[in-house]
């Protein structure tokens, strides 16, 4: 339906005016300054909600019947915007005479290794997404490659990867951080099971201001919801990674619309 709304505009209103509305919105995208995730939680839509979880799939049915579209947690996009710069740098990171397991944190339906395939599809990967229960069952179920896996946490996919005797490449965090509740958690439990690298990829961050709670509002096109999320200085969340000895190897501009205070960044991190 939203996608159909969509559409319809595209006919009726001028392609610069729609690019000025779009804009005009993804800039105040990101609202108000909260204390905590419990004080928004009645203003937002949750993760893992039916209506998140019917998008999600519904995008990916169009998508995979459509090879000149792609799906990105609910959404249809006819660009990828692909970073080849962040590309060359996963490409490093990776054996062509070896298994290479992924760990792709916040990963839905493993987004990032599907339209990144002609890229890094003759690696053998391994492609471990963690999510919610219920975007993992969606995933099982819908998702045909053997390489890729779900789960819900760390210590399960942990386990796994001691069982199959995998080494981990990296830890991918794709636009993901700002929805973690307990990332600092995650980060010292990363640190604990011994993962090198960490690659965030298309991080929202504030450039001066404080660290803070908000509600990221989505436009009504592509279903009007509102997330509550944690935006972090983009200096603080640097420092956060040197806690747990992970310092910052490079930072590259990355794909998404400016907003107020704040801006796109993608990071790669190596522990010392």
Same mark, same amino acid.
């Given at each position: 339906?939203?996608?159909?709304?969509?559409?319809?505009? &595209?006919? @009726?209103?001028?392609?610069?005016?729609?690019?000025?509305?779009?804009?005009?919105?993804?800039?105040?995208?990101? &609202?108000?300054?909260?204390?905590?995730?419990?004080?928004?939680?009645?203003?937002?839509?949750?993760?893992?909600?039916?209506?998140?979880?019917?998008?999600?799939?519904?995008?990916?049915?169009?998508?995979?019947?459509?090879?000149?579209?792609? $799906?990105?947690?609910?959404?249809?996009?006819?660009?990828?915007?692909?970073?080849?710069?962040?590309?060359?740098?996963?490409?490093?990171?990776?054996?062509?005479?070896?298994?290479?397991?992924?760990? $792709?944190?916040?990963?839905?339906?493993?987004?990032?290794?599907?339209?990144?395939?002609?890229?890094?599809?003759?690696?053998?990967?391994?492609?471990?997404?963690?999510?919610? &229960?219920?975007?993992?069952?969606?995933?099982?179920?819908?998702?045909?490659?053997?390489?890729?896996?779900?789960?819900? $946490?760390? $210590?399960?996919?942990?386990?796994?990867?001691?069982?199959?005797?995998?080494?981990?490449?990296?830890?991918?965090?794709?636009?993901? @951080?700002?929805?973690?509740?307990?990332?600092?958690?995650?980060?010292?439990?990363?640190?604990?099971?011994?993962?090198?690298?960490?690659?965030?990829?298309?991080?929202?961050?504030?450039?001066?201001?404080?660290?803070?709670?908000?509600?990221?509002?989505?436009?009504?096109?592509?279903?009007?919801?509102?997330?509550?999320?944690?935006?972090?200085?983009?200096?603080?969340?640097?420092?956060?990674?040197?806690?747990?000895?992970?310092?910052?190897?490079?930072? @590259?501009?990355?794909?998404?619309?400016?907003?107020?205070?704040?801006?796109?960044?993608?990071?790669?991190?190596?522990?010392?």
């Amino acid at each position: 339906m939203m996608n159909n709304i969509k559409n319809i505009l &595209k006919v @009726i209103i001028p392609q610069k005016l729609i690019r000025f509305i779009s804009n005009k919105f993804q800039y105040n995208s990101f &609202k108000g300054n909260f204390k905590n995730f419990d004080e928004i939680n009645y203003y937002t839509t949750n993760y893992d909600s039916n209506k998140i979880i019917k998008k999600v799939h519904n995008a990916f049915e169009i998508s995979n019947r459509n090879t000149n579209l792609i $799906d990105r947690d609910g959404e249809i996009l006819k660009t990828k915007n692909q970073n080849f710069e962040m590309l060359t740098e996963i490409i490093n990171f990776l054996d062509k005479s070896k298994k290479n397991c992924v760990i $792709d944190y916040g990963g839905s339906l493993a987004n990032f290794i599907r339209n990144n395939i002609n890229y890094l599809g003759k690696y053998n990967l391994v492609w471990i997404v963690i999510d919610n &229960k219920k975007i993992c069952l969606l995933g099982k179920k819908i998702i045909k490659n053997n390489n890729i896996y779900f789960f819900e $946490d760390l $210590d399960n996919a942990n386990k796994f990867i001691l069982a199959k005797d995998l080494k981990v490449k990296f830890c991918l965090f794709g636009s993901s @951080i700002q929805y973690i509740r307990n990332f600092e958690k995650i980060l010292k439990k990363l640190s604990f099971l011994k993962v090198q690298n960490i690659i965030v990829e298309r991080q929202p961050v504030l450039k001066s201001k404080d660290t803070k709670y908000a509600i990221q509002k989505v436009p009504f096109w592509v279903g009007g919801y509102s997330y509550a999320v944690k935006l972090y200085n983009s200096q603080k969340l640097v420092n956060l990674f040197m806690k747990y000895n992970f310092f910052l190897n490079k930072k @590259i501009n990355s794909f998404g619309n400016q907003f107020k205070d704040g801006e796109y960044k993608s990071y790669i991190f190596k522990k010392r």
